[in-house]
């Protein structure tokens, strides 16, 4: 089996075990870029109620995060954690929205991919991530988002070597992959999934993995990933 074919029996295998995750969970392609912005280094409990704390206090569009303070803005999402860098990195977005598109996220999003990808990437705080998740999920364009769940996963099948970066992964899966962005959403979800259930950091639990039918003599290769 090539590289290519693994990758796209491991959707398929996902899939059938795991079921569609319907992620992102948001109303608004605006809340996703939020959300993508709160969820760094926190899990996506903590997220909601920060979103959940914008809402309420009618916070939650360009105009009125551009205005509010920023001191106030951290205590409102204090439950996302590292709260004041945080607000300085919702802040730090907004004011290039508000700055480059007069705070019109429709403008923003009228960019080709790769200029809309890079004009994220600028914003200070913002990284390759984040900045995937936010051209996915809440522009819709065509790009793999990798995360530290994709990464432990294609290392312990040995289909990337323990240094391959950020880029190597996502050019990897995009290879492999259509330029269908529900079929791209679909496969990121699932991979958080199946890591946070079998393919932990410390130990992978392979029984009755999706994966596990997937292993070769020798995998998964054991490295705390």
């Not at 605006?30 to 959940?52: C, S, Y």
């Not at 290039?96 to 403008?107: K, P």
């Not at 390759?128 to 995360?147: H, K, M």
Request: glycine letters at 8%; aromatic letters at 8%; charged letters at 25%.
């Amino acid at each position: 089996m090539t590289t290519t074919e693994k990758i796209q029996a491991f959707y398929r295998a996902m899939f059938d075990a795991l079921g569609p995750q319907g992620w992102w969970p948001a109303e608004t392609p605006f809340e996703v870029v939020v959300g993508a912005i709160l969820t760094q280094n926190t899990n996506w409990k903590n997220v909601e109620r920060a979103i959940a704390n914008l809402k309420r206090e009618g916070l939650l569009d360009a105009a009125s995060l551009e205005t509010i303070d920023i001191e106030r803005l951290g205590e409102v999402i204090r439950p996302a954690g590292y709260f004041r860098l945080k607000a300085k990195r919702l802040k730090n977005f907004i004011h290039m929205l508000t700055e480059e598109f007069g705070g019109d996220l429709d403008a923003l999003f009228a960019l080709s991919t790769a200029t809309l990808r890079q004009t994220v990437l600028g914003v200070t705080g913002i990284g390759p991530e984040t900045a995937d998740s936010i051209v996915l999920y809440a522009a819709a364009r065509p790009v793999f988002v990798v995360d530290a769940y994709t990464a432990r996963i294609l290392y312990r099948h040995a289909l990337v070597d323990s240094g391959a970066t950020y880029d190597d992964l996502q050019s990897l899966m995009a290879g492999a992959l259509p330029d269908d962005v529900d079929l791209l959403k679909e496969y990121h979800a699932l991979l958080v999934a199946a890591g946070k259930r079998y393919c932990k950091k410390r130990m992978a639990e392979c029984a009755g993995c999706p994966l596990e039918g997937l292993l070769e003599d020798g995998q998964p290769v054991w490295e705390v990933v």
